[in-house]
């Protein structure tokens, strides 16, 4: 079991920055994948950014050129550093894991709000 706890949501206007964390602990030396996905009201749940162990990210087309994922691997976290935020980029964000092994994300935190008034 890996367990996640996201940080950093919260109420921006448009155009400003917000970085959300993520910290993983349990099962961490079986983690591969670290990841973001988000939520908007009546929507389906969408990939944000996603990171390998190694460092490899992989971005959303919405996104890129806005949003950087890093990750810290002697801290388990994850990081989202969003700027430039749009109206569009309200939505509950989540943390995701994926095990080594696997190709899905099956390990999940919370989630945080991030609310992006125009």
């Known amino acids: 079991q890996v367990q996640l706890v996201e940080s950093g949501g919260g109420l921006v206007q448009a155009g400003d920055s917000l970085t959300l964390s993520c910290a993983a602990s349990?099962?961490?030396?079986?983690?591969?994948?670290m990841g973001w996905f988000r939520q908007a009201p009546g929507r389906q749940r969408l990939l944000v950014a996603t990171?390998?162990?190694?460092?490899?990210?992989i971005y959303a087309d919405a996104v890129k050129g806005r949003f950087t994922i890093s990750r810290d691997n002697a801290k388990n976290t994850v990081y989202l550093q969003m700027d430039n935020l749009k109206f569009e980029d309200t939505a509950f964000y989540s943390c995701?894991?994926?095990?080594?092994?696997?190709?899905?994300?099956?390990?999940w935190g919370q989630g945080t709000l991030v609310t992006v008034s125009s």
């Open positions: 349990g099962r961490i030396e079986n983690v591969h994948g």
């Open positions: 990171i390998n162990r190694s460092g490899s990210a």
């Open positions: 995701g894991v994926r095990p080594y092994g696997t190709s899905d994300y099956i390990y």
